[in-house]
């Protein structure tokens, strides 16, 4: 009798999964500024598709500290917002009769689509990476003769960063990856004295040669939702949502075609992006 895959199991493969996930190489969107959420988002009604903004906080600035205080209640914090433009995104992929009787197809399945996901959620944040957003290269050299000397140099010249969150292309990564410690290869958070340093594979999304970023939290402002439904599509559908490790919220939805009779299913998350503070965030590039 073939396997029965409701959006629940798909939910618990994904779960099993996880570090398969979280080690696909993408930015890690929890160093920098987000608004996640597993709330629905409506439809702007223009047709097309996409979805209300949604405005990212950003502190900017704190209150002053006082000096032998009297009156307590002196000061206030800034805390600003960044506007972030949603749309929402969604992996279909379906499953044939045959097919169903295989869970390890299946699990194949449900794990190319999730990261197929997860790269276009890396694309709209890669596609912020330009000059014209972030100025000049922090440093701009062939990434596979980096050096710590050059980590030197992004750290003198992000100098006024409360934190540097370093991502960069594998070929830049590797120059450092050399270890016997076979824990150590995923994102380092404290080496070389960065607050994290870990790379991203695909950069074809960023601006021309960029090939790395370096950024305090606030210099990227993201928001995530999940796609808002009437109830009768609830009722015609099979739906799940998992949380993914980088706080992003996914829907999972599974129907069956009466044409084909394939059962199909998406992966379905609206997300946006932003610049955030631009002046505590710098490009690098490769020559």
């Not at 002053?64 to 749309?87: A, F, H, I, K, R």
């Not at 440093?139 to 006024?160: E, F, H, M, R, Y």
């Not at 080496?191 to 870990?198: E, I, R």
């Not at 995530?224 to 829907?251: I, K, W, Y």
Request: aromatic fraction near 6%; include cysteine; hydrophobic fraction near 40%.
């Amino acid at each position: 009798m073939a396997n029965t895959f409701s959006a629940s199991t798909i939910k618990d493969i994904i779960i099993e999964q996880e570090i398969l996930v979280a080690q696909h190489k993408v930015i890690d969107l929890d160093k920098f500024a987000t608004n996640f959420s597993g709330d629905a988002i409506a439809q702007t009604g223009t047709g097309n598709g996409a979805r209300s903004t949604i405005q990212v906080d950003l502190a900017s600035g704190a209150s002053t500290t006082l000096t032998n205080p009297t009156n307590y209640e002196q000061g206030d914090s800034t805390l600003g917002s960044v506007p972030v433009s949603m749309n929402e995104y969604s992996q279909p992929f379906h499953i044939t009769p045959a097919e169903s009787g295989s869970g390890r197809k299946i699990e194949k399945l449900i794990m190319v689509n999730m990261h197929a996901l997860q790269d276009k959620i890396d694309s709209v944040v890669k596609g912020l990476l330009t000059p014209a957003n972030y100025g000049t290269a922090v440093l701009a050299k062939d990434p596979t003769t980096v050096t710590t000397a050059d980590i030197k140099t992004i750290i003198q010249n992000t100098g006024k960063f409360k934190a540097r969150n370093l991502v960069a292309d594998a070929s830049f990564w590797a120059q450092f990856a050399v270890t016997t410690d076979k824990d150590s290869l995923g994102t380092m958070d404290g080496a070389y004295g960065l607050d994290s340093f870990s790379y991203s594979t695909d950069w074809s999304g960023a601006g021309t040669n960029v090939n790395g970023f370096v950024g305090d939290t606030a210099a990227i402002a993201m928001a995530a939702r999940l796609p808002q439904n009437t109830s009768e599509v609830q009722e015609a559908l099979d739906m799940d949502t998992v949380e993914l490790p980088n706080g992003l919220v996914v829907q999972i939805c599974k129907w069956v075609s009466l044409t084909s009779r394939n059962t199909w299913h998406s992966f379905d998350i609206v997300f946006g992006a932003g610049i955030g503070d631009a002046t505590v965030g710098k490009i690098i590039q490769s020559q």
